[in-house]
Structures are given as C-alpha cells and as structure tokens.
C-alpha cells in the first residue's frame, strides 16, 4: 500500500468477540450431540421469517429489509442428529449446565465476575440462520482481564450462545441450512477496545484462543472459532467486522479497516475542500436508456436487450473521488456498488471514474454528461441498468451513501474477505434487540459450585511446562513449543490414551514438525480430524506400520478429507514387515552390490543403507534397517573371509 502507517498515531482502537464451540455431550438446550453431518437432510421444512417487534415496540430495519426481499428458508434436519427443539417445533429444554461449567472455568481463568443468576436471553437474528428467528445467549460473567506485552486487556462479557444452523446454498429467493449446527454451544469473549496494533490484535486472540483450549472442553478445526472485530480510528466509526475464522488474518484485516478508515476521512477533507455541501448532493435520477441505445457496449446491450432502463444519477464535486483506492483493488467505487446491489438488488454500477472501459465510448460519456447537465471536470455520474425499480432503490442508496462521505466513516456491519479486505454486510442493528426467553429458567451459580470449578481448574501453562519436560520426556525446546501450540489439548489427550504404548516425543514431534513441514509444502492440514491422529497411533501401537509412515498418511488424509487411516494404508500400500522379511531384502541388495562390499567393506554401509531405505521407507524404522544392514554386511564380510 506505498506508506507505512503509525496506527497508534491513528488512534487505532480494536475490540475482540471471539466465538469458540464447546465441545460437549449435548447441544445448549436439547440432548441432541454436537456434531456436523456430512449427509444432506433426512427431512426438510420450509419457513420464512417475519420481523417482530421488540418489546420497545421497535421494528428492526434490517429485519424488514430482509422480509421485503421475499427470501424463504429451507432447513436441512435429520433423525439423530437434530431433534424438535431445532426446528422449533418444542421449547427448549434446561440450559446445558456441561456447556455451563466450562463457560464458568473459562470465566475463572480470565478473572471475570460471574454472575449470580444466569438468564437466557432472545437476540434478533435476521437472516434466517435460525429457525425461531432469534438466537438464545446469556451472561455468563462480567469484567476481567488478559495481560499482554503492551497492555491489560480487559474483558467486558462472556456470554454462553447457541450457535446459528450452517448456510448450505443460496438460489434466489430460497437460503438453505442445516440444521446440525443450530443449538451447539458457543463461548462469547468479548474484551474492551484496548489492542492498539493489528500485531496485538492477533496475539490477543492466539492468547485466548490458548486459555480456551487449556480448558481440554473446546472444539478444534475450521470455522470452531470464529471473531468478530471492533475496529474504529480516532474520528472513524466503530466498524463490526464479521466472521473471520482465520487467526493469521486478524492483523490484515485490522490494518486494512484501519486504512479504509483513514482514507475515508481523507476523501471528507477533500470534498469540504472543493465546498461540497450535503444539499448539493439530491437524489436525482435521470433515464439515460436513449443516449445508449445504439452503444457497442456488450453489458449494456444485455441490459436494453432485457427492456431494462439505465438510470444515470449525478455525484457533483465527486470526480476522481470514486477511483481512490481505500484498500487493495477496492475503491470508493466498490463501496458505492455494494450499497447498489445490498439495497437495489441490482448486480452492479459503473461510474465514470472508471470510464471509458466495458465498450463505452469517450463520445457516449459527453453525452452523458450533457444529457445530465454535469461537469465533466468537477461532477462524477454513476449509472445503473436495472429494473427501473431497483435501479431507483440502488441509486437512492448511492446518494446516502455518497452524502455521507461528509461525514465520514458510515456505521455499518462488515464482513471480512479471504484476503484481509473488508466489505460492506448490511446497516448496524440497532441496540433494542434482546429480550428475556421465558422457556428457559434461570440457573443459580452458587458459591459451592464455583469453589468445586476452582479446585479442578485446568494447570497453568508453566505447570504443564514442568510436566512435559518431567514425566512425558520432551525436550525443553519441544515442551515449549508444545505449551504454545494449536494442538495442545489434543496432544494431552492423546498422551493420556496411549500412556505405555506411544511416546509423548512422537506425538508432540508429529504436531509440532510433521504437520507444520506437511504445512509448509502446502498441504492442507486443516482437513485432518482429530480421530486421525488417534487412529494413526492405534496402528502405530498395533505395530500395523512404521512411524517413518506417518507424514505420507497424514498427507494423503488432507488431500482426501474424510477418508481413513485404514483406507490410506492400503492405498500407499503401506504395511508393516515382517524381521524376516526386511533381513530378505536387504540379503538381496547386498547379493547386488557383493562387488562394491568387497571394495569398500564396512565403508559400504552408507550406499546399501540408502539402497534398503528407498524400499522400505515407510514400512519399518530406519533405525531397524541400519541394525539389520550392519548385520548382515558383517555377516557377508566374515563368509568370505
Ligand atoms: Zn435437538
């Protein structure tokens, strides 16, 4: 992006609200298990929502919004592993006190308040993600704090939620969602505004992410953890940034927002600069169909072709503004096309800023501007070819959009792209949005329940330090790495199961080097399960294959997510050999190089080793292949005299 940014001097101010899976029996508020299904639906339902009004009597705009667009739902449910509750067909049962606990520990370890009673709460959801129409949360604990290397994070809330039903497709009208995420239990972290770098940001989040999984109770993978992110400069907006499920893109995505917002305040300088005022800016749409009606302009052609109109509307003092990039490959423009397609429905804009482009010519745009009575050195013109309706919606959303750029930075929910940017999701809801869910009874925490929680909290990092070093073996460097990692619980877990059988060093070696080198060849290492690595050291222990097995097994998994260890074996035709069996091959590599032996006796070693290992590597230990050819090369040695 060319300049380097103080965001501290920008007054950078970032809140997390992490979401993480718990990883209990049931789901919050029915026996139903806490697992995703691969399987379309057994049964569907279709429902459509309609707004409510809360109990201030309020109607959500963008609950409205959604319900104009006429969109259905069609829900995706099945016989074991989604229940009536879901569908909302059954009230929800008694909070899940499992999913409770854990909430309370985690409340524990960040040094927040818990409350003395906890209510279940309704939160308007407005995209159909959940069949009631509101999601269910509650307050779990108040205030507490993080310590990082710059500052005290302090923590606002920590709330327990149901998580929303997974969105499968999207045709049309018609959204579809499974049902088998709906209702699984969700930790809410929310800290204050206190990170003041996109660096920090993302340590803060790896730091609870780390707490989060000390606990042994949280759900590991893609999309188990989700943040949102409060972004905001000195003068900006508190900008909500949804759903980034990536850790390594939390300080892009800070850095970028960062800068969209700086620059939005820059293009409201320059705009007061020429003497734009709000009034000046009116909604004014004008039909340009005819100036086009011979272009050779293919997306236009398209459009008349469909009897569609083109609306032009003129953005005076707005020329150049539009084609100022706010972050990577996306402008001023972009933002205005968003708001188009968000409020117009229309499937984009084209503005002069970008013209001559898409077959329109030099002689068209000054007849545009002509025809609308602009200034081509001054005024911007944006068009739109739609439905005459839509394209009205869409340039009454541009010119609120554009009256804004005054001001500044709009308030608005955002979404993170997969590149770090950010785009535009839909108008913040406003804050009248919960009211109390009278199906499900309050839960006292009492004092003796939370002294139990206090005496079986999980270790702290440094007493599991001291422990891998002691009883499990690791050396110092690995243990560290290992109190650090990702994998942490799961590794402890797998300890724990093949205590006797695996050593703690290959496993902590096959998480901290294995998957990080099969990583780094750019293997995805996201789709291996967490019951791979099990089944992977069930044969390991089995002595059904060689640990030199185990980076090609993990390799093939991730290149065929969803498959087994036992089908991956036969495919890599992986198997284990036989002593005799290995003695066999190497007697024959040796009755090869009898010649070479002669020669260079002992010395031979290093050729006839690399000779047995092309063969058997993957099937035995390289350490049993070097007993064997050292063997066997003496035994050939004394034969011969
Ligand atoms: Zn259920």
């Not at 993170?416 to 950010?422: I, K, L, M, R, W």
């Amino acid at each position: 992006m060319g300049e380097k940014i103080d965001f501290k001097k920008l007054g950078l101010k970032v809140g997390l609200e992490l979401h993480q899976q718990l990883n209990t029996k049931h789901k919050l508020f029915c026996k139903c298990p806490t697992k995703l299904v691969e399987e379309k639906g057994e049964f569907n339902f279709i429902r459509r929502l309609r707004p409510t009004r809360s109990e201030l009597g309020e109607v959500d705009i963008a609950a409205l919004f959604e319900w104009k667009r006429g969109r259905y739902y069609l829900y995706e449910s099945y016989d074991n592993y989604t229940c009536l509750v879901e569908g909302d067909e059954e009230p929800p049962h008694e909070l899940n006190r499992e999913a409770l606990e854990i909430a309370l520990t985690v409340a524990l370890l960040l040094n927040s308040k818990p409350v003395d009673e906890v209510h279940v709460m309704r939160k308007i959801v407005i995209d159909g993600s959940n069949t009631t129409g509101f999601q269910r949360t509650a307050v779990v604990a108040l205030g507490g704090y993080l310590e990082d290397e710059e500052d005290v994070i302090r923590i606002q809330t920590i709330c327990l939620e149901e998580d929303a039903a997974r969105k499968i497709a999207e045709k049309g009208a018609e959204v579809t969602y499974r049902l088998d995420r709906l209702g699984i239990p969700l930790i809410e972290i929310a800290t204050g505004p206190d990170i003041h770098t996109p660096e920090q940001a993302e340590r803060v989040a790896y730091k609870i992410g780390q707490l989060l999984r000390i606990t042994g109770k949280v759900k590991r993978g893609l999309g188990t953890i989700r943040q949102d992110l409060n972004i905001s400069i000195e003068g900006g907006e508190k900008i909500e940034v949804k759903g980034v499920q990536k850790l390594e893109l939390i300080s892009r995505v800070v850095a970028y927002e960062a800068l969209r917002q700086y620059r939005l305040l820059k293009i409201r300088d320059g705009l007061k600069k020429r003497g734009l005022r709000e009034e000046d800016i009116a909604f004014k749409p004008i039909d340009v169909t005819k100036i086009f009606e011979k272009t050779k302009s293919k997306v236009l052609r398209r459009a008349l072709k469909e009897r569609k109109k083109i609306l032009a509307q003129v953005l005076p003092y707005f020329k150049g503004i539009l084609g100022i990039e706010l972050q990577p490959k996306r402008r001023f423009g972009t933002e205005l096309a968003e708001y188009a397609k968000f409020w117009g429905g229309v499937s984009g804009i084209i503005h002069t800023d970008e013209l001559p482009r898409y077959g329109i010519t030099d002689s068209e745009i000054r007849m545009l501007y002509e025809y609308c009575k602009a200034d081509p050195e001054k005024d911007a013109i944006v068009i739109v070819a739609d439905r005459e309706d839509n394209a009205r919606e869409a340039l009454k959303a541009i010119v609120e959009r554009a009256k804004y750029a005054l001001k500044g930075v709009p308030k608005e929910t955002r979404a993170a792209n997969p590149d770090g940017t950010t785009r535009y999701m839909r108008p913040q809801p406003g804050a009248a949005r919960m009211y109390p869910e009278t199906d499900v009874p309050p839960i006292e925490v009492t004092e003796e329940w939370l002294e139990k929680i206090r005496e079986k909290l999980p270790e702290k990092p440094e007493q599991k330090y001291e422990k891998f070093v002691r009883e499990y073996g690791l050396s110092k460097d690995l243990a560290r790495l290992m109190i650090k990692s990702y994998w942490l619980d799961l590794f402890e877990k797998l300890v724990e199961k093949f205590k006797g059988k695996v050593s703690p060093v290959l496993i902590a070696t096959t998480f901290e080097n294995t998957l990080k080198a099969l990583k780094g060849e750019g293997i995805p290492i996201e789709n291996i399960r967490d019951e791979v690595f099990e089944e992977i050291l069930e044969k390991y222990s089995e002595k059904t294959m060689a640990k030199e097995a185990i980076p090609k097994i993990l390799a093939w998994i991730a290149r065929n997510p969803g498959k087994t260890v036992e089908e991956a074996i036969k495919v890599l035709k992986i198997e284990r050999l036989t002593l005799r069996d290995v003695e066999a091959i190497v007697e024959e590599i040796i009755k090869d190089k009898r010649e070479l032996i002669k020669a260079r006796r002992e010395r031979a070693f290093g050729a006839i080793m690399g000779l047995a290992m092309s063969k058997l590597r993957g099937k035995v230990d390289g350490k049993t292949v070097a007993e064997i050819v050292k063997k066997k090369i003496n035994e050939y040695l004394r034969n011969i005299g």
